[in-house]
């Protein structure tokens, strides 16, 4: 049954994905597969919006009040043509309904004004962060867990940490490319005690590691920095670039912003399109496929990965999305084109642990949906993740998965610029207590779904669960007060004793001017690892400012407006 469901799953990746590739490619510009409202952006490249922008929280809540039913929340980023589309739609449903959505008008309206720009060489902003954390900071998501996390894997630790960076957009045709860089500064840390590292060591099946202090980090980093064509529908894109596979507002659990965006060659359907005649009940369409290469990787060095995802809105209020990706090549596992064929093609596993020519990677699978509540549409969402190891989908075995539940309340009643979200990511799968050698880890790739040491996925971590819920109340477009609080625990079958973090936190974001914001987040957290040594605790904070000026430097001949 799971191989003929591994079998199915590939099939409806390749036909689904491979049509919609080919009719977007080949689709004239007014043809029937695109809309009306969706031509403005078939001819030119755009860049992607970043996925810290506030634009993915506005779009977000215009789609839960029923305003984009098009919107496909599981493959991100957007390029800006898309959220330019979505603004579009949201702008459409609300002349039709009148005014019954609160602050959606002003919302559009912010919208329309962000994502209005330049063509040419523009800079997008400077900003400058700085920050302490007092006390004792966990560092390591692969292994304990993180104090600030979903954060493009910055280096940080006790003391003062700080940066400092710049984003320049660039597009022109179908060409377009995007710089961030930014300087970095964290503290020097201690190495850990013989006993950490011995732990280490057992549970991850490698050598004891020396017991050097870990530098202090002062360098230039490139962070999202790409290049890109567009060709007819599909945006193809090289370089350093963040993914966020998943409809939750804490990391996904396959791909997500809380690692250094990786390296890779990406190809994706820059807006959802129908394909024609039997295929249109599948609703609309959105795909990527994406090979890349990962860093920081121990015992099995030079790394590789292959994903793919597709999503599908069956009906305005339904999405579901697939996902299959996999850790393959390296040092003893050879790059060949064989090698890659067998990793898309084989259902088993011949030499699973091994080296050589015939191990398949290390395969894994994704599945996503979300839904607007029937009786409460514009109320109520829920949503769900959810990824698996050695197995061809979470379907195929759900108690052997991990999940990320979740469910997004948009208004409460009486106070309709209040919201809340609620999650629960777990790695620990409900069929049994695996430790830490399953979910996110690998007998042939020692360093897991990790991208310079940090989770590709969510920082939950290996074998643990969390609790984690988020109120905002939106002031303004622009300007919201958010304030959370999480509890996880760690399997006590991964660490000696398990382990508890819990935290609360705030973050207000404030559009002081027209071009310029702040950023202040604090948090208290207390973390007991009997693993690390007796429960710790830690007070920390950063403060942002970000100028956005949308200054043309190159160019800047034509404006887009809605």
Known sequence: MIQLLSHARRALHATALLAALALSLHAAPGGESVAPERRESKAGGAVYVPLESWVYTALDRLAALGLVPSQISGLRPWTRAECRRQTVEAQKALDTAGEPYGPAREIVTALQRELSGDDGVVLESLYTRNGFIAGP?????FHFGQTW???????FGRGWNSYQGFTVRAQTGRFFAYVQGESQHAPAAEAYPFAVRETVSRIDGIPLQPGNPVAATDRFRLLDSYVGVRLGGIEVSAGKQSLWWGPSHDAPLSFSNNAEPTKNLKASLAEPIRLPGVFSHLGEIRGEVV???LGGHAYTWRTWFSAQKISFKLTENLEMG????SILWGVGHPMTVGSFLRNLTSTSSPNAGGVGRADPGDRKGGFDFRYRVPGLRNWLTLYADSYCDDDPSPLAAPRRAAILPGLYLTHV???PKLDLRVESPSTTPMSGDYGGLFIYDNISYLSGNTNYGTLLGNAVGRDGRAYRATSA????SRTNLEVGFSHATIGGAFLPGGGSRTDANARASILMFRNWTAD????????NIPALDSARRNVSGWAQITWTPNLPVVGGGRKTHQ
């Open 413 to 415: 009643p009486g106070v």
């Open 291 to 293: 090979i890349g290469k």
């Open 322 to 325: 697939f996902t299959r990706w």
């Open 149 to 155: 996390s979903n954060d493009v894997g910055r280096p």
């Open 137 to 141: 900071a966990l560092t390591d998501s």
């Open 473 to 476: 109340y939106h002031f303004a």
């Open 520 to 527: 202040i987040f604090v948090q208290r957290e207390r973390f």
